[in-house]
């Protein structure tokens, strides 16, 4: 089956900064790709997506990227903020509307905006 | 009100003990999930339902069982709970009209389960 390899698991930065989290996933048939950001006491919830026939995608300060001969995608984060502190977790699936077993998850990154 | 509803939000229950996690939605999604998110883990696949008639095992189905009541039900049942079950459980549902390659799954705020 897949397999979400997600670095690293805990990231600090200074507000403003950038930062940046890696995946890689092994089956290459893998088509979409979601990141999800997880607040205290919450459920995941979708922040990006992008699927295999995209390279890049932006929302704002968010951005995806995608390198499926590598078999690696990384999200982008720009001019951090406070409320940007929150575990992310990385996701692949093999697609068929949410996937056909659904979601293979990264273990997730804390990330910790400092002031 | 919330779209993906869990109840209970935490459980304290002893080892042998039958519980039931249940999940209700009203985004009228045909497609429900469990998950459960153990520290430094991330989410697992627990089971999965296409539709009322359709269930499916995920990555770590052992010592579950699960029940589709109704298009908007879904529910996780530990027939004999063990420790190691303690964990954070997630209902998550989503829409295969989305689009063919993926979409969105919206989580439930979850449900802390503790087995002593």
């Known amino acids: 089956g897949e397999n979400v390899e997600q670095h690293p698991s805990t990231l600090s930065v200074q507000e403003g900064d950038s930062a940046v989290i890696k995946c890689t996933y092994s089956d290459s048939a893998s088509n979409y790709f979601p990141w999800y950001k997880q607040e205290l006491g919450k459920g995941p919830q979708l922040i990006i997506d992008i699927r295999s026939n995209v390279g890049e995608k932006k929302d704002q300060r968010i951005a995806v990227t995608l390198n499926k001969t590598a078999k690696h995608f990384s999200l982008h984060i720009t001019e951090t903020q406070p409320e940007d502190s929150a575990v992310y977790f990385c996701?692949?699936?093999?697609?068929?509307?949410?996937?056909?077993?659904?979601?293979?998850f990264g273990k997730g990154t804390h990330l910790i905006i400092q002031p | 009100d919330a779209d993906v509803t869990q109840t209970p939000r935490n459980r304290i229950t002893k080892t042998g003990k039958r519980i039931m996690l249940e999940c209700s939605q009203t985004k009228g999604h045909d497609r429900m999930y469990w998950y459960r998110q153990d520290p430094g883990l991330g989410l697992r696949l627990i089971y999965y339902s296409f539709d009322v008639k359709d269930i499916n095992k995920g990555e770590i189905s052992d010592g579950y069982s699960v029940s589709r009541q109704a298009q908007a039900k879904f529910s996780l049942s530990l027939e004999s709970a063990i420790p190691n079950q303690t964990a954070l459980y997630f209902c998550?549902?989503?829409?295969?009209?989305?689009?063919?390659?993926?979409?969105?799954?919206?989580f439930g705020p979850g449900t802390r389960l503790t087995v002593l």
């Open positions: 998550a549902t989503s829409d295969p009209a989305g689009g063919p390659q993926g979409n969105e799954q919206f």
């Open positions: 996701a692949a699936s093999l697609g068929s509307g949410g996937g056909a077993d659904g979601l293979t």
